[in-house]
């Protein structure tokens, strides 16, 4: 055990000989680290924060299944004509969308609102854009079935006269409607939602809340330019009659793109913020010892780190992600809990000494916890950097690097402050004016001891220095009030009970999460973009995008098993709970049914082989009823043979992410029962995909995460017992994160994911903080201890979770989840974690962890070996044989002398 201490040792020596070099050369630590950073930092002059990159790429999981499948989609129908219908994409192309509905929530099928509506269809298709001098239309952009824009079946039925008629009435789900180029079956359930039926019937609608309108368009630059002219007509359209809300493939990434840049021009406000409070938590009415400058120092150190790993990326061609938006707000929070340890380290150095012999010890304290910190930070980030979410990925690769140059910059730039900060105080000069000063105790005038007196009486030998008065109140406050009551017999019982009902509090919340991040909660809130998703979800989730079966490999058609498997496979999934039963068409029983109606009776006098060659099945996709087969089946051109086919299934209630998933899962688990290779696919599984992979990552991550703690901890804290306390504060304070963030409205998903994974960091500061204390402290009995690991960190950490919900405060004026789920699980990151670090851990380690005495005077040892010199210069008239350390109020004393007072 003794020898597992020597690293922490080690590393207390070595920051002890670098405080020293620091003390010695301030200026060099302060002016190298400020070039380097506006070098590398004016990399941000080139920061693009409205990347274009895809929602699905943001939020999918890179080399799921859905991806697999659609590559495989994709090369198997690459030769099919270009002409294909929507629910043959394998991704969600090109298109504007619109959902009307009447303002007094009545029936939209009637003449009156079937007249604007055709109104509105016009402005729409005669919405023009320009390039290169050629004018083009919608007409001119649309994806086309036979050589025309796809129709829209609700336009095609207020265009006829039947809404006229008293007698209206409506197939549905699927209807026969007139077109221009004859009656064809339209899948109206898409495009009309909240519907009545006539009286006994299931199949026949007389009236409907609200109508669809989908424009799709060829994946062009033309059609995307198409779209943005789209976005602003809807936004100019008025009508005193009717709801209109409306999206286009491209508005989900603007709205982002526009909410990260809003709240990014809000982070000065919360630079600002963190100014003011560090300054006043940081000062004193000791105009000398007062650590105002030194504060801002701290804030400012923190934002070099941000302009210089941001510079750092973007030079190296790292994309800016709309998630990223929240790592200035994280980093600023962690570079100020490093500021808060050092200066707390600072403070209790002997004020009497030199500012090297000061600085040394200082570092030799703070530092090894700062070291601690951000490695454990880095490592969560890291770990955070191997999950297949690409938007993960970026955010832990910008918030990482941050964290290191934040930790570098603390050991550097803002060393050389506190170095020459040191050297004001020595030389008892004022914080602001910088201007010699008398002590307190011989100030001239009483506003003269308010506002200009501090420092020290160089006159005055080392025990008669007024060391109280270097203190800050609020490291009193914990020493002298907070920790004997916390401590006390009788508040120790309650602490457990309240433990207790932390952790059943947290453990029932845990049962209630929800998992999933869905379009509509990505949207800004009161965007249009949500007011669509909203309608969306209310009106037209009872049908939801089709599911491809896809047939992937060449199979023999002809063979009645695999008629038997076609059918059987689409019988079971209308059968399903989550399919629809109604608006099913597999191509194989037209195509039978087409053969009978050809060859009547001589169908059994042909070879059934050859009635499934190419030139008859192209015959039959040739007929104007079957051409809608003609892009799901794929042909070999030297044999004729079938190589592949699909046909689709409707999905219903598929309103909830967990609806979603399942419908999902269960798709492929029919299909896979199948004898036939066959997959299920649509074009929005790839973002389902998240739904499965949310939960085991994010219990991967958590468990890499903890291990790698636990390893760093057993490295750095003194014993073995330690580190295992450490990981049970780590799990218990993850629990309570996850239970009260379900019970706040937060549901596990990415977003969430990324806190979850930040939060490892933080709780480990936290917590490796007190249990360092605690166990190296001078004091032998637990509950000295306990009270010594309280007035040494207690402040620290009450700093660290103040500013750092200080920090992300702004994040809660947002009016995007991402940001405010960011606020609510950082908030409950920081409120746990101090919970633990200044209430739960105290006492627990006082009933369960006594100070090792062997283990104190070990490392109390080794360290006045490092110093033994440095010390005997300052304490020349103490005299003793045995290993001593210092007080609280800087004056040595021994090992034995410290056990006699216990």
């Known amino acids: 055990m003794l020898k597992r201490f020597r690293v922490e040792r080690a590393f207390r020596s070595l920051?002890?000989?670098?405080?020293?070099?620091?003390?010695?050369?301030?200026?060099y630590f302060v002016i190298i680290p400020l070039i380097v950073a506006l070098g590398i930092g004016s990399g941000m002059l080139f920061l693009d924060t409205d990347a274009d990159t895809d929602a699905e790429i943001l939020y999918a999981p890179e080399n799921s299944r859905a991806s697999k499948d659609r590559a495989l989609i994709d090369g198997i129908y690459s030769d099919v004509n270009g002409e294909i219908?929507?629910?043959?994409?394998?991704?969600?192309?090109?298109?504007?969308?619109?959902?009307?509905?009447?303002?007094?929530?009545?029936?939209?099928?009637?003449?009156?609102?079937?007249?604007?509506?055709?109104?509105?269809?016009?402005?729409i298709t005669t919405i023009r854009v320009e390039i290169d001098g050629e004018n083009y239309s919608y007409f001119d952009l649309c994806m086309k079935w036979q050589s025309k824009c796809i129709p829209i079946g609700i336009i095609n039925i207020f265009n006829s006269s039947a809404l006229s008629s008293p007698d209206f009435s409506l197939s549905y789900p699927v209807a026969e409607v007139v077109t221009p180029s004859g009656s064809m079956p339209f899948f109206v359930a898409g495009e009309i939602a909240a519907v009545t039926f006539k009286d006994g019937s299931e199949s026949e609608i007389i009236a409907a809340q609200a109508i669809q309108?989908?424009?799709?368009?060829?994946?062009?630059?033309?059609?995307?330019?198409?779209?943005?002219?789209?976005?602003?007509?809807?936004?100019?359209?008025?009508?005193?009659?009717?709801?209109?809300?409306?999206?286009?493939?491209?508005?989900?990434?603007?709205?982002?793109?526009?909410?990260?840049?809003?709240?990014?021009?809000?982070?000065?406000?919360?630079?600002?913020?963190?100014?003011?409070f560090t300054i006043i938590t940081c000062s004193m009415t000791d105009w000398v010892r007062s650590k105002a400058w030194l504060a801002s120092f701290g804030v400012f150190s923190a934002g070099l780190a941000i302009i210089t790993s941001?510079?750092?990326?973007?030079?190296?061609?790292?994309?800016?992600?709309?998630?990223?938006?929240?790592?200035?707000?994280?980093?600023?929070?962690?570079?100020?809990?490093?500021?808060?340890?050092?200066?707390?380290?600072?403070?209790?150095?002997?004020?009497?000494?030199?500012?090297?012999?000061?600085?040394?010890?200082?570092?030799?304290?703070a530092a090894v916890s700062i070291t601690i910190t951000s490695i454990t930070d880095a490592l969560a980030f890291g770990i955070g950097a191997i999950t297949p979410f690409y938007s993960i990925r970026i955010f832990c690769l910008y918030t990482g690097v941050a964290v290191v140059f934040d930790y570098l910059f603390q050991i550097t730039f803002f060393a050389g402050c506190m170095a020459l900060m040191g050297y004001r105080e020595e030389k008892n000069l004022h914080v602001m004016t910088c201007r010699k000063v008398l002590p307190k105790d011989e100030a001239p005038s009483t506003a003269y001891r308010i506002f200009c007196a501090g420092g020290s009486n160089p006159n005055k030998t080392p025990k008669e220095s007024d060391h109280e008065a270097t203190q800050?109140?609020?490291?009193?406050?914990?020493?002298?009030?907070?920790?004997?009551?916390?401590?006390?017999?009788?508040?120790?019982?309650?602490?457990?009970?309240?433990?207790?009902?932390?952790?059943?509090?947290?453990?029932?919340?845990?049962?209630?999460?929800?998992?999933?991040?869905?379009?509509?909660?990505?949207?800004?809130?009161?965007?249009?973009?949500?007011?669509?998703y909203d309608s969306a979800q209310e009106y037209f989730s009872t049908y939801g995008p089709p599911v491809a079966i896809v047939v992937t490999e060449e199979v023999d058609y002809s063979d009645q098993f695999v008629w038997d498997e076609l059918r059987s496979t689409l019988y079971v999934l209308e059968k399903s709970r989550y399919f629809h039963d109604c608006c099913s068409a597999l191509w194989l029983d037209d195509y039978l049914s087409y053969l009978i109606t050809v060859n009547g009776s001589r169908i059994r006098e042909t070879s059934v082989t050859e009635l499934f060659k190419g030139d008859n099945v192209r015959m039959f996709l040739q007929q104007p009823a079957y051409q809608k087969y003609s892009a799901d089946i794929v042909f070999d051109n030297s044999t004729g043979n079938i190589v592949s086919s699909r046909f689709y299934v409707i999905p219903k209630d598929a309103s909830t992410s967990n609806s979603q998933k399942d419908m999902m899962l269960e798709a492929r688990k029919i299909v896979s029962r199948s004898s036939?290779?066959?997959?299920?696919?649509?074009?929005?599984?790839?973002?389902?995909?998240?739904?499965?992979?949310?939960?085991?990552?994010?219990?991967?991550?958590?468990?890499?995460?903890?291990g790698a703690m636990f390893v760093v901890s057993i490295v750095m804290l003194p014993n073995l017992l330690s580190s295992i306390f450490m990981c049970f504060s780590l799990a218990s304070i993850i629990i309570g994160i996850i239970g009260f963030m379900s019970l706040w409205k937060v549901t596990l998903d990415?977003?969430?994911?990324?806190?979850?994974?930040?939060?490892?960091?933080?709780?480990?500061?936290?917590?490796?903080?007190?249990?360092?204390?605690?166990?190296?402290?001078?004091?032998?009995?637990?509950?000295?201890?306990?009270?010594?690991?309280?007035?040494?960190?207690?402040?620290?950490?009450?700093?660290?979770a103040i500013s750092t919900i200080l920090a992300i405060l702004i994040l809660m004026t947002s009016d995007t989840y991402i940001f405010i789920c960011f606020f609510k699980v950082m908030t409950l990151v920081m409120a746990f974690g101090a919970l633990h670090g200044l209430v739960f851990l105290p006492v627990f380690l006082m009933i369960l962890i006594h100070p090792d005495k062997k283990c104190c005077e070990e490392e109390q040892q080794g360290t006045s070996k490092v110093v033994e010199t440095e010390r005997g210069e300052a304490n020349a008239g103490f005299h003793s044989d045995e290993p001593y350390i210092v007080r609280q109020d800087g004056a040595p004393y021994t090992i034995s002398e410290r056990d006699s007072q216990d």
């Open 213 to 276: 309108l989908t424009y799709n368009l060829n994946s062009s630059a033309l059609g995307l330019l198409w779209e943005k002219e789209f976005l602003k007509t809807m936004s100019d359209f008025t009508s005193s009659n009717l709801d209109l809300f409306w999206i286009s493939s491209a508005s989900l990434q603007d709205e982002l793109d526009s909410s990260t840049s809003d709240i990014l021009g809000k982070f000065s406000i919360a630079f600002s913020i963190l100014i003011m």
């Open 472 to 532: 800050h109140v609020i490291m009193n406050f914990f020493r002298d009030k907070y920790g004997p009551f916390l401590t006390s017999i009788f508040v120790v019982p309650l602490v457990v009970l309240l433990y207790i009902a932390y952790l059943g509090a947290s453990i029932w919340g845990m049962t209630q999460l929800v998992e999933g991040l869905t379009l509509s909660r990505l949207a800004p809130y009161g965007s249009y973009a949500a007011d669509y």
């Open 676 to 706: 036939l290779p066959m997959i299920a696919y649509s074009n929005v599984f790839p973002y389902y995909e998240q739904y499965v992979a949310v939960l085991p990552n994010t219990i991967q991550n958590l468990g890499i995460a903890v």
């Open 15 to 27: 920051f002890y000989w670098y405080g020293g070099i620091i003390a010695r050369h301030p200026l």
């Open 85 to 123: 219908l929507p629910q043959h994409l394998t991704s969600p192309g090109v298109y504007g969308q619109v959902i009307i509905k009447r303002k007094d929530g009545g029936n939209v099928l009637t003449r009156s609102v079937a007249d604007e509506v055709l109104i509105l269809d016009n402005t």
């Open 750 to 800: 990415l977003i969430s994911m990324i806190n979850l994974i930040v939060s490892i960091g933080f709780t480990v500061d936290f917590s490796a903080h007190i249990i360092y204390a605690y166990l190296t402290g001078p004091e032998r009995t637990p509950r000295k201890s306990a009270i010594h690991a309280l007035y040494t960190m207690g402040m620290p950490i009450s700093q660290a």
């Open 310 to 365: 941001f510079g750092l990326l973007t030079y190296l061609g790292v994309p800016f992600v709309n998630v990223v938006g929240s790592t200035p707000f994280l980093v600023i929070g962690i570079g100020i809990d490093d500021m808060f340890l050092m200066v707390a380290a600072w403070r209790k150095t002997d004020v009497t000494k030199s500012t090297e012999h000061r600085m040394k010890e200082a570092f030799s304290e």
